[in-house]
């Protein structure tokens, strides 16, 4: 692996000459050496996609060619899956089979959707006067910051980058510390694509000085951030400094609604993907499930049997089901909050320990008899813990599961159509499945209401917040 940076199409060492290591938590061990980057090369790279913006051929060759260029990467990422999988999974414990069926091949997908983008993105001709041909243009906004967290680092960089090219954007991205690896292989693939120089930068290191060097610089035009709300914040705060566009993808703490009318089995399925899809480390994760009283206990027995068969460990083991979280910081939160859950008087199911000594290891754990008012209920873990809260109607279920400063996702199980449906209404989300848990699609906006953030990424919604609007009025005399 490159333990250089990729600024203005070459690979560059770092201005401080140091490197860092990347641990894999499933061992414990370095997996990689990486450069770590600072505002001296930020300044660099947002300097090259300044450059590649203002004066290269980027923003003006024709959006067919972009869009030829964007389906390339796709096409190449899904050459490389396999490689790119297994870096994916190298850096943060989450299983092969997740990285190399789920989440490049939706990258590469994401890269194809926004290059068939390229060539449909235009203004309108808005009539308002007969002596006139008045018009809006849709022009690309210039140099993205592309801030990515450590639990989808590939995806949610795609997320990002994807449709800011096809809009013809240039982008710095900085992957989160801990898990740069599909990043700097990107870089490599940039290359091979054929990008032209500075349209994409990619500068590895601390995102308390790459990540905030970004949000200051003036020459940035937008940030499009995901990570945790506290940070998401203090980016707020700072970008106000050059008023720069902003879109922030941040926490949440998903209800996830069963009624007693629901498809059991289904709905119990549902819970499992909700919160160990990734060992809990999703920001969408169904991490509070409100159950109607008539099936409690018929669905904690159900729901409890298959928390305790799911396997724990080495990601790369084709049985396994849920890796190491992702840092041994990231152990100590959640091995944290199961210990508060405990003592705020919630009742373990099961799990609730670290699993061996070596590898950041938790087992799957489950807490019922939750109130909203704990801490479990209330603060976003990202770890394989679920907490289980009882509902006794429809009003009650919304106004518990509204009851959040967060709004990303939710969901709502039942038979009853009507009963989906103005649940899915009243719910103050972001995302709202019905009879389902977890599906994406590069087609549909995802985003947040609340603290969980503004702006929308995927679909045409993911696009508008990559152009400026611009009026022109041309009189006719
Ligand atoms: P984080 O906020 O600590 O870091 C996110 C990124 O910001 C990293 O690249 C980090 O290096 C960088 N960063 C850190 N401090 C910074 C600063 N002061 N200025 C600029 N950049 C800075 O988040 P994390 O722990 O990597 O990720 C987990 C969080 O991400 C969770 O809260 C999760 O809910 C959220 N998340 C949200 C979504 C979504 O779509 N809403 C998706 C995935 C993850």
């Known amino acids: 692996m490159r333990s250089e940076l990729f600024i203005g199409g ?136 592309a801030i990515v967290p450590w639990n989808f680092p590939f995806l949610l960089a795609a997320w990002k980058v994807a449709p800011a090219l096809a809009a013809g954007n240039t982008v710095v991205l900085k992957p989160a510390s801990q898990t740069p690896l599909t990043a700097l292989r990107f870089a490599e693939l940039v290359q091979e694509a054929g990008l032209p120089e500075g349209v994409v930068n990619v500068v590895t290191g601390p995102g308390a000085r790459v990540g905030l060097a970004l949000v200051r610089d003036p020459r940035v035009d937008k940030i499009a951030f995901t990570g945790s709300t506290e940070v998401g914040k203090q980016i707020m705060r700072e970008a106000a400094g050059t008023l720069k566009r902003l879109s922030l993808e941040l926490g949440g703490k998903s209800p996830n609604i069963v009624f007693a009318d629901a498809d059991l089995d289904a709905a119990v399925r549902g819970a499992m993907t909700g919160i160990f899809y990734n060992k809990g480390e999703v920001c969408a994760a169904g991490s509070r499930l409100f159950l109607e009283a008539p099936i409690h ?35 100590e939160t959640v091995l944290g909050y199961i210990e508060a859950g405990q003592r705020e008087g919630a009742r373990l199911v099961t799990g609730g320990r670290r699993v061996g000594t070596r590898g950041y290891f938790v087992e799957p754990t489950v807490f019922d008899g939750v109130t909203n008012r704990m801490r479990i209920a209330r603060e976003e873990i990202f770890g394989p813990v679920l907490a289980v809260i009882p509902f006794t109607s429809v009003e009650d279920a919304v106004a518990q ?29 972001g995302t709202v499945w019905v009879n389902a848990y977890n599906l994406y699609d590069a087609a549909l906006p995802f985003g947040g209401f609340k603290e969980s953030g503004f702006g929308r ?21």
């Open 401 to 429: 599961g509204n009851d959040t400063p967060y709004g990303l996702a939710a969901a709502v199980w039942t038979r009853d159509v009507a009963k989906a449906i103005r649940v899915a209404r009243a719910l103050r989300a």
């Open 10 to 145: 070459t690979w560059q060492a770092p201005a401080s000459g140091e490197t860092y290591a990347i641990v894999n938590p499933a061992t414990e061990e370095p997996c990689a050496t990486v450069a770590r980057g600072d505002e001296r090369d930020v300044d660099r790279a947002v300097a090259a996609a300044r450059r590649a913006f203002d004066e290269g051929p980027w923003p003006r060759m024709s959006p067919h060619e972009r869009g030829r260029l964007v389906w390339r990467l796709g096409e190449l990422l899904t050459e490389h899956v396999d490689e790119l999988a297994r870096l994916e999974s190298l850096c943060t414990g989450k299983t092969l089979f997740d990285s190399g069926k789920i989440e490049i091949p939706f990258a590469a997908e994401v890269f194809r959707y926004y290059a068939g983008w390229a060539s449909k993105i235009h203004g309108e001709t808005v009539p308002v006067r007969e002596g006139a041909l008045t018009f809006t243009l849709r022009q690309p906004v210039g140099v993205v910051g």
């Open 297 to 331: 206990d018929a669905f904690m027995a159900r729901l409890t049997e298959r928390v305790k068969g799911l396997k724990v460990g080495d990601p790369f083991d084709r049985t396994t089901r849920i890796g190491p979280v992702v840092s041994r910081q990231q152990l």
């Open 457 to 477: 990424e995927l679909g045409a919604a993911g696009l508008e917040h990559y152009t400026e609007v611009k009026t022109v009025w041309v009189d006719l005399g």
